[in-house]
T-cell receptor, first 113, second 112 residues
Framework: DAGVTQSPTHLIKTRGQQVTLRCSPISGHKSVSWYQQVLGQGPQFIFQYYEKEERGRGNFPDRFSARQFPNYSSELNVNALLLGDSALYLC????????????FGPGTRLTVL | QKEVEQDPGPLSVPEGAIVSLNCTYSNSAFQYFMWYRQYSRKGPELLMYTYSSGNKEDGRFTAQVDKSSKYISLFIRDSQPSDSATYLCAMSGNNAGNMLTFGGGTRLMVKP
C-alpha cells in the first residue's frame, strides 16, 4: 500500500512569493493534517481537514491556508513568503475515526531566499 | 514554557545498550501519546501509540505513560546503529486525529 505522498520534494522561493504544497493521503483515510517543522525543532500543527471541512487550525497567520478535495487530497498555500517560512512541511494522514493514528509523508522542504 | 519538553541530546550509546528517552508535559488534557522516529531529512515514522496511562511493548520498544507525573518514556532494548535518529514524542487530547503537540525531539546516536 502506498503511504502518504507529498509534492514537490523541495522548492526554493523568494520573499513575497506564493507557494502551493500538495498531499495525497493513504487510501481510505479521510483526514489530512499539515505541520511545519523548522530545522532542529519538533513539528508544529498548522491545519487539519476531515471530509473537506476544516477541523482545526494552529497558531499561524492568515497567509497560511489549506483545502481538501473530494478525493481527500489536500493543498497548503502560503502567501507573501517570509524568510522564517523556510521549513519542512509535513502532511499527516489519518482515518478520521477509531484510534486515528496519524501517519506522515516525507515532507516538502521549502527554502525562502 | 513549552507544553511538551524533551531533552534535545544528542544521546550517544554503544550498540546493544538499553536506551531511555523521556518527555514531560504540562497539559492534563492529553490522553493519547505517541513516539515517532525521524531520520535526517525524512518524515516522522510512527513507532508506538498508547492511550492514557500504562505500558505498551512492541518488539525491542516499550512505551510507558505516567499521567500522574505527566511523564512518558520510550525504552529501546538491544539498540542498533540503525536506531540512530531523532525521536519525537507527540500528544493529543480527546482524539488522536486531532492536533498533535510535539516535543522538540531527542537525537540518538548508537555507535557500533
Amino acid at each position: 500500500d502506498a503511504g502518504v505522498t507529498q509534492s514537490p520534494t523541495h522548492l526554493i522561493k523568494t520573499r513575497g512569493q506564493q507557494v502551493t504544497l500538495r498531499c495525497s493521503p493513504i487510501s481510505g483515510h479521510k483526514s489530512v493534517s499539515w505541520y511545519q517543522q523548522v530545522l532542529g525543532q519538533g513539528p508544529q500543527f498548522i491545519f487539519q481537514y476531515y471530509e473537506k471541512e476544516e477541523r482545526g487550525r494552529g497558531n499561524f497567520p492568515d497567509r497560511f491556508s489549506a483545502r481538501q478535495f473530494p478525493n481527500y487530497s489536500s493543498e497548503l498555500n502560503v502567501n507573501a513568503l517570509l524568510l522564517g517560512d523556510s521549513a519542512l512541511y509535513l502532511c499527516a494522514s489519518s482515518s478520521g475515526t477509531g484510534y486515528n493514528e496519524q501517519f506522515f509523508g516525507p515532507g516538502t522542504r521549502l527554502t525562502v531566499l | 514554557q513549552k507544553e511538551v519538553e524533551q531533552d534535545p541530546g544528542p544521546l550517544s550509546v554503544p550498540e546493544g545498550a538499553i536506551v531511555s528517552l523521556n518527555c514531560t508535559y504540562s497539559n492534563s488534557a492529553f490522553q493519547y501519546f505517541m513516539w515517532y522516529r525521524q531520520y535526517s531529512r525524512k518524515g516522522p515514522e510512527l513507532l508506538m501509540y498508547t492511550y492514557s496511562s500504562g505500558n505498551k511493548e512492541d518488539g525491542r520498544f516499550t512505551a510507558q505513560v505516567d499521567k500522574s507525573s505527566k511523564y512518558i518514556s520510550l525504552f529501546i532494548r538491544d539498540s542498533q546503529p540503525s536506531d540512530s535518529a531523532t525521536y519525537l514524542c507527540a500528544m493529543s487530547g480527546n482524539n488522536a486525529g486531532n492536533m498533535l503537540t510535539f516535543g522538540g525531539g531527542t537525537r540518538l546516536m548508537v555507535k557500533p
